[in-house]
């Protein structure tokens, strides 16, 4: 289920704001300049579930995003618990970065946490199936896939060049949640 907990960014007890109300979760981003929607799950993807295969299912609506938006190209990410690299893939993302672009997922299936750091305050927004989420670029933020990932993201890009993670040195990221 998804989930948005909002925080001052230096109190990581105190929840100021919760909901898993998509409406209002998707309300709560717009007003920091987040965009956050939901676009149809489908369920019925072939086994294994290849890049082609979630491109062509989803053609639809990443034509009309990438239109309305610009985005120049578009991929997908797929990670499983048995990923040899998951430790390290995980680990790369938990520190607070920002990106020279806008950072854009739509969850196919799965889940990750985006702990986005907007001005004092830290919301913390769980995506899963069927969510979307655009975080902007500068924007400090950290995601975490969980210590057993499973999950499948289309991302979309304007220049895959300008996603490189750029850290920000601090270190608030370890006073908040993890996925488990």
């Given amino acids: 289920m998804s989930k948005i907990n909002v925080y001052q960014q230096n ?18 981003l717009k007003n920091v300049g987040v965009r956050y929607e939901q676009w149809k799950s489908i369920a019925n993807l072939p086994i294994p579930v290849t890049q082609e295969a979630v491109l062509a299912t989803y053609k639809n609506d990443i034509d009309k995003f990438t239109e309305s938006e610009g985005y120049q190209s578009v991929d997908t990410i797929s990670l499983s618990e048995d990923h040899p690299n998951k430790e390290s893939l995980r680990n790369k993302f938990l520190a607070e970065h920002t990106h020279a672009e806008d950072e854009v997922r739509f969850f196919v299936k799965g889940e990750g946490l985006f702990s986005l750091h907007i001005e004092d305050k830290v919301y913390e927004v769980l995506c899963t199936q069927g969510d979307l989420i655009s975080v902007p670029k500068n924007t ?9 990932p499973n999950f499948t993201a289309i991302r979309l890009f304007n220049n895959p060049d300008g996603w490189v993670a750029q850290h920000t040195g601090s270190d608030i990221s370890n006073q908040f949640s993890r996925l488990a």
């Fill in 140 to 148: 400090r933020h950290w995601f975490d896939m969980g210590s057993k």
């Fill in 11 to 28: 109190d990581a007890k105190c929840i100021l704001q919760s909901t898993g109300n998509k409406t209002e979760i998707s309300h709560i």
